[in-house]
């Protein structure tokens, strides 16, 4: 079974600076210096996704820099909980590490009688994480082998399941050894993700050790010879090891790195959605928040947190559906 890709490959041309022991990626030149504004106060108040809330709250440091009587609040329990914040008024910004649900717009189309805004912030790699130790970080899985590990239902139409690191394709003293599978809560958008695009929209198993946050999913696994899971890129530390991908069986695995992005196959745009009234400017307040994400200084914050920087078109595209011109608005 084949899957569409997350993000167009066209969309995500990105700058890397290589050195010798690695290549490290660069913000997009051409994207603008930010320069303080007149007239900026108030509150950001921040309700979502947990993948975000490093980057949320980094972004918001950088904020209260530039305007010191800002107030911020974040929260970040799961991206479920960002579209009835947005509804209910009690947030300015909905982060969310997937896409808001049909179901989700529904609700607050029929509060406002309009669809709400997303804006792409940034690209993450949903990895798929082990001890650091594991063999397979040297050999890779196929899609259709994670979902036969991680699912009940094997829809990816891997023929048996998957229960043991033999029966991934490990071999030594290995093979023996039971899997032991780490994972999100239901209120996760990489909960859902990882659902959707790893398990071809199946059932998680009864065995998987729900998290309260992605750290915690890496802690798990790397406190666990036998443990693997599921996390953003930016949760990667040196206690666990990233499993490169395949799409289909058969293919070759690729690496949760910059420089595979277009082609690894649980790329996605980190989004924070926002509540714009067709026709109407945003208050300076997120205006400025968000002219400060799509800044030199903003996307720096990305790479810092371990994600990837979007380009100046992505970005440009985007802040013109909140009503920001990138050449003459900074």
Known sequence: MRMRRVIPAALLVLSLLTSPASAQVAVDERLPDYKAVQGVSGTVKSVGSDTLNNLMTLWAEKFKEVYPNVQVEIEGKGSSTAPPALIAGTSNFGPMSRPMKESEVDEYEKSFGYKPTAVRTSIDMVAVYVHRDNPIAGQGLSLPQVDAIFSSNRGGGYATDISTWGQAGVEGSWASLPISLYGRNSASGTYGFFK???????????????????????????????????????????????????????????????????????????????????????????????????????????????????????????????????????
């Open 196 to 330: 959707k695009n790893a398990l071809f929209g199946g059932d998680y198993k009864d065995s998987v050790k729900e998290q309260p946050g992605s750290s915690s999913v890496v802690q798990g696994v790397a406190s666990d010879k036998g443990g693997i899971g599921y996390s953003g890129i930016g949760y990667k530390t040196a206690d666990v090891a990233t499993v490169p991908l395949a799409r289909n069986q058969g293919d070759t695995p690729v690496p949760a790195s910059a420089e595979s992005v277009a082609d690894y196959p649980l790329a996605r745009f980190l989004l924070v959605y926002v509540n714009k009234q067709p026709g109407q400017d945003l208050d300076p307040l997120r205006r400025e928040f968000i002219k400060l994400i799509f800044s030199k200084a903003g996307q720096e914050v990305v790479v810092k947190d371990g994600y990837l920087p979007v380009t100046y078109e992505i970005a440009k595209e985007t802040l013109a559906s909140v009503g920001v011109d990138i050449d003459s608005d900074y």
